[in-house]
């Protein structure tokens, strides 16, 4: 099997037409539907409601996260 450089090493020789179609497929591929991944993120806002109603999860305002990462 090929390593990811070797792959890589043959792509870049390709036009760049083909080298676009390929990022396409490769892109599509990883955005492919995963249903059991999805099934967890219809589950988690049920979750952190959960956890918030039960004080297990604390609320943020917007502001607070705003400054938080403006600061970094």
């Not at 219809?42 to 297990?56: F, G, I, L, M, T």
């Amino acid at each position: 099997m090929q390593t990811a450089r070797e792959i890589y090493q043959k792509a870049i020789s390709l036009k760049p037409q083909e080298q676009a179609e390929l990022v396409d497929k490769l892109l599509d591929h990883l955005d492919s539907p995963d249903k059991e991944i999805d099934d967890l993120w219809k589950k988690e806002p049920e979750h952190r409601v959960d956890a918030y109603e039960q004080s297990n999860l604390k609320a943020v305002s917007l502001n607070e996260i705003i400054a938080k990462y403006k600061q970094a």
